[in-house]
């Protein structure tokens, strides 16, 4: 009898640009994904209706109701809504696997997701997929959203930019993670937390890496800065990284020069990344997956469409920037 390949999901809870989610949904069907589960924390966002079509593709609405069985009520802090919608996937999903990402990640393989789960140790409850974060090689305007390189994390202590970012990367640098199933665990951001005391026995992922676009835009980047300065401010929200709140200390303090600072901190010397093994640039492009799930839909993937997006949808966060950018 021919052994079968373990099955995986991948959860998000999602408020982003339309486009984006259903990038996100075909890229990771296309790759393998047996199970989506997209947890929309806006209930009333229009971007939930786009997916009925597609059987594999869950969609919850993060309502008063759906909060009530989760939580009793909203958790403030974003960070707690995600973990629990994925603690929450993980309990009911079918596969052998579950992946929890944000919107502006994609998991890449070198060959196929499921080869390289089956590649875990019996005994591992949670396989680490590392992360690479996209850069821009040149000055030239991009066409896409998922335009550039990606570049991987130095050694610690290595490439600070001056307390502005981790490692060389302007976001996390500790990556996502596959969690088994059946087991006694919350499924975090990163990482999965034993419901008792104990480590998660944990592993390195091997052919797999997440790519992680972290601001699709440079309008897009300044808008999750001062979306978390908000967050923290008048929401309960939780405190910031140390170098995250270095960006956002310097974006505040100059928010004029704040398209600047992510120009200095986004498009690096490749050259250099590249003779020091830093430099990750794989084929990537989900053209080809959404033209096949969905099928006749003119999806605008450009800056300038994602740019107007947040212009519209999150101008209460963006009045405070300097106009004409």
Known sequence: MTKQQ?????????????????????????????????????PDDPAAALFSHLDAVSVIRCDAAHWERLAGRRPDKHEIRQVRNATNAYRHMQ?????????????????????????AGSGTDCLVVPVAERVFADDAPAETIFAGAFRRPARKGQETDGGLTLRGLTGHANGKAFTRRDRRVE?????????????????????????????????????????????????????????????????????????????RLKRPDVDRLRAKGLLAEPSFDPAEALARYFPGERIDLSPQAIDAWLRREKRDVLAGLAQGQ
């Open 6 to 42: 373990p099955t995986w999901a991948i959860v998000a809870t999602v408020d982003e640009p339309p486009a984006l989610v259903q990038a996100f949904v075909a890229w990771h069907l296309a790759l393998g994904a047996a199970e989506v589960m997209l947890y929309f924390d806006r």
């Open 95 to 119: 596969s052998d696997w579950l992946l929890h990402a944000d919107a502006d990640e994609y998991l890449w393989a070198d060959g196929s997701v499921a080869a390289a789960l089956e590649q």
């Open 187 to 263: 499924v975090s951001i990163h990482r999965a937390r034993g419901l008792k005391r104990g480590d998660v026995p944990t592993e390195a992922a091997q052919g797999l890496e997440l790519l992680h676009f972290d601001g699709l835009t440079p309008l897009n980047w300044v808008y999750k800065l001062l979306r978390k300065a908000d967050a923290v401010a008048h929401h309960n929200g939780m405190a910031a990284s140390l170098h995250r709140q270095a960006q956002i200390d310097a974006v505040q303090a100059d928010p004029i020069a704040a398209f600047a600072l992510h120009d």
